[in-house]
């Protein structure tokens, strides 16, 4: 007879993992012939800890959200607390409860001027979703339903729902089932050190936005509803716009009565070092879709931050938004925001990322840069990339089969430190409590990872 492993041991929660569990974006061979999950179980500040008792330094913040750290207490209280007060109700039918009225006032005050008003979901997904049905029937009641476009860029993340995932540009996601739906149309993404040749990074930034220009005009402009973008990109690899990008953007976008959506889902609640990505970049957004370090990950929630304008055109029609979720501004969840939010206010998170950790995580990186494999650092505040090149003079790739990324990632998580590999770029997005010696080590851990692989490879 073959003896089952005990429960809640590695082994027993593996093998339930992979008998029991679909994961996300995973290809289960693959998981399996690594070995299975690795099983996190718990965390303090930037450092997780596995179940085989391997601590290892989260420079990704979990999945781009865990923007205080890990083991806050007063985070806790606040859900435990809310939980024991009022653990739900609901904000239809013309009620509301105290948390989510009192996250919508801090949000009008911590967001670009004229975004006064705040659509909650739990995910950035949802949010993006909410924007799309909110953005089409603010058109339609200005007399304009066939302004129904959207536009948006090859490379962009912007959630995994059917609406979300077709406003991203990511083609394997519309591979899976035949998207994108009808009305979202997709333009280059500027991304100079992969797509800029010969041009200087002005002048593809330029070249960029004017694709934007280019596809409103082939479509007609009283057919676009609306631009959507993610200041920095996350997902996509931490791409940094050149600085003429934005500025030409919001131009196109003012010309064209073609609303500017910023995605902050990743760039908001401190990581560039300013409140919102569209602040570091100088954005002047219609509608802010925003998620992940509103609550710092400790519970899911997100928020449309919406245009005066907007708001008054869609709430003062005389008719329902028809469009809301069970969770729309759950209570505890906002408690939580709130608490998070207070949190990185009397710590000073902001200024501390903008000031001092930022430019020392940017600083110690580009040291990299001389590093055989290393292209490029890209990055600002706590969000980084480092893409990994074959030949740096001309900026040209490693083959796909080298997996050059791939192997990256899995060093990393040999010496113990997370990094995510997207394509060949190796991005980080540590939470903002990081110290100045725990970047020594996480900067250390990583140049020992490009060093292994580079040796892999035979490029050391
Ligand atoms: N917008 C942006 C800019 C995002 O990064 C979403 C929307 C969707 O949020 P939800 O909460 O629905 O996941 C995201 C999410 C990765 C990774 O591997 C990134 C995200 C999600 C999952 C994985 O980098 N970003």
Redesign the pocket.
């Given at each position: 007879m073959t003896s089952q492993p005990a429960r809640n041991t590695t082994t027993w929660w593996r093998e339930a993992d992979r008998r029991h569990h679909l994961h996300?974006?995973t290809d289960a061979k693959e998981l399996a012939e690594a070995g299975g999950s690795r099983i996190i179980t718990k965390a303090e500040g930037v450092w997780l800890e596995d179940s085989e008792g391997n601590r290892m330094l989260d420079g990704m913040a979990g999945?781009?959200c865990v923007n205080v750290g890990y083991g806050h207490k007063e985070l806790a209280e606040a859900a435990y607390n809310q939980m024991l007060e009022l653990p739900y109700y609901n904000t239809f039918f013309k009620t509301s409860t105290p948390p989510p009225i009192e996250l919508a006032e801090k949000l009008a005050e911590l967001t670009p001027e004229g975004l006064n008003h705040a659509f909650y979901a739990t995910?950035?997904?949802?949010?993006?979703d909410t924007i799309a049905r909110l953005v089409r029937r603010y058109w339609a009641i200005k007399g304009q339903p066939e302004k129904r476009c959207f536009i948006s860029r090859d490379n962009a993340?912007?959630?995994?729902?059917m609406a979300?995932a077709s406003l991203g540009g990511m083609k394997a996601m519309h591979e899976l089932d035949g998207l994108p739906l009808p009305g979202f149309e997709h333009v280059m993404q500027p991304y100079w050190y992969k797509e800029g040749g010969d041009l200087s990074p002005e002048d593809f930034g330029l070249k960029a936005a004017r694709a934007v220009e280019e596809k409103i005009l082939e479509l007609g402009a009283d057919t676009v509803a609306a631009f959507i973008g993610?200041p920095i990109q996350?997902?996509g690899g931490v791409i940094v716009p050149p600085a003429s990008y934005w500025p030409e953007i919001q131009r196109i976008c003012g010309k064209y009565d073609v609303l500017l959506v910023a995605?902050?889902?990743?760039?908001g609640f401190g990581r560039t070092g300013h409140w919102f990505g569209s602040q570091c970049l100088d954005i002047k957004p219609d509608l802010m879709?925003m998620?992940?370090g509103i609550t710092s990950g400790y519970l899911?929630l997100?928020a449309v931050m919406v245009g005066d304008e907007i708001a008054d055109t869609l709430y003062g029609a005389g008719a329902e938004f028809s469009h809301g979720f069970t969770y729309s501004g759950h209570p505890v969840s906002c408690a939580v925001a709130l608490a998070n939010i207070a949190l990185m206010e009397r710590e000073g998170l902001v200024e501390k990322v903008h000031e001092e950790t930022g430019p020392y995580l940017q600083a110690r990186l580009r040291e990299l840069a001389s590093h055989p494999l290393v292209g490029e650092v890209r990055g600002v505040g706590l969000i980084a990339g480092i893409e990994l090149v074959e030949d740096k003079s001309t900026r040209r790739s490693y083959a796909a089969e080298t997996a050059v990324g791939v192997r990256c990632r899995e060093n990393c998580v040999r010496n113990l430190v997370i990094s995510?590999a997207?394509g060949d770029s190796m991005?980080l997005s540590p939470p903002l409590i990081i110290s100045k010696a725990e970047i020594d080590e996480l900067v250390s851990r990583l140049q020992k990872s490009l060093d292994d692989t580079a040796r892999e490879i035979g490029a050391l």
């Open positions: 996300p974006f999945l781009w995910s950035g997904s949802e949010a993006n993340y912007h959630g995994s729902t979300a993610e996350g997902a995605d902050e889902v990743i760039c879709p998620a992940k899911p997100s995510r997207v991005v």
